[in-house]
Nanobody, 116 residues
Framework: QVQLVESGGGLVQPGGSLRLSCAVSGGIFRMFRMGWYRQAPGKQRELVAQERSSDTTTYADSVKGRFTISRDNAKKTMYLQMNSLKPEDTAVYYC??????????WGQGTQVTVSS
């Protein structure tokens, strides 16, 4: 059984930083393509960052240069480093894992609030 558990969300001031974590249990972690998505109130869920291959990651235009995705295969954990945070980054952030194109798993989400 595959489970994804996010952590690291919270309240941060504009210009600050947060590092989100997604711990994965079950499955073969190195074979998953990992990603982060977010959803603000009244908005559709949108892509933040998505691994496309072992050396290619897609970022939303709104976060390019500020957010970075990474992984630690030994710890079966992926991360989202968020710098220079803006109020418009406020959302629930979700961890996602893809196995090929047929299987997809989601975490429960973690709240990120950027406010002074």
């Amino acid at each position: 059984q595959v489970q994804l558990v996010e952590s690291g969300g919270g309240l941060v001031q504009p210009g600050g930083s947060l590092r989100l974590s997604c711990a994965v249990s079950g499955g073969i972690f190195r074979m998953f393509r990992m990603g982060w998505y977010r959803q603000a109130p009244g908005k559709q869920r949108e892509l933040v960052a998505q691994e496309r291959s072992s050396d290619t990651t897609t970022y939303a235009d709104s976060v390019k240069g500020r957010f970075t995705i990474s992984r630690d295969n030994a710890k079966k954990t992926m991360y989202l480093q968020m710098n220079s945070l803006k109020p418009e980054d406020t959302a629930v952030y979700y961890c996602n894992a893809k196995w090929g194109i047929s299987r997809e798993y989601w975490g429960q989400g973690t709240q990120v609030t950027v406010s002074s």
